[in-house]
């Protein structure tokens, strides 16, 4: 390999390099499309496994500040979960967090403004014993 190439190879290998996390994050914030998305956790980010248990997020359509039926649904999987709601239209959803029947963390609702289809909302939750489950919209 004469020294022309082996610098064109070297501008290649790096141009990649710097461009992986770009790509990297592309790709998730495209999977998020159409969903309510985030991460549950206990205060104090304990160890205790609740999500495998019966934690859920209950998504239900605001009509005149009050709640309507439910319209999506997501079950807790290793702390994290998503709610498709690609084919919902625009407007003020209710999305409550249920830690489960026999939990000692207690539930927590939230409203969130989803501007319709292809948009999505970041929504992490911190759940406590003290306390209704804490949003925190990202």
């Known amino acids: 390999m004469n020294s022309t190439t082996r610098l064109m190879s070297l ?3 790096l141009g990649l390099i710097l461009a992986l996390p770009f790509i990297v994050e592309a790709q998730g914030a495209s999977a998020a499309h159409g969903k309510i998305w985030g991460v549950i956790q206990t205060q104090g980010e304990s160890a ?9 997020v209950v998504v239900r359509r605001l009509h005149n500040s009050r709640a309507g039926r ?9 702390g994290r979960y998503s709610v498709d709601m690609d084919d919902l239209p625009a407007g003020k959803y209710l999305v409550s967090v249920d830690p489960g029947g026999d ?3 207690l539930p ?4 969130v403004n989803y501007s319709g289809h292809g948009a999505s909302v970041h929504q992490n939750w911190t759940l406590s014993m003290q306390q ?4 925190h919209l990202q």
Request: aromatic fraction near 6%; avoid cysteine; proline fraction near 3%.
């Open 48 to 56: 205790v496994n609740i999500f495998d248990r019966d934690t859920n």
């Open 70 to 78: 439910i319209v999506a649904t997501s079950a807790v999987s290793h």
């Open 11 to 13: 501008a290649a290998t």
């Open 103 to 105: 939990s000692l963390y």
């Open 108 to 111: 927590g609702q939230a409203i």
């Open 132 to 135: 209704s489950a804490i949003p």
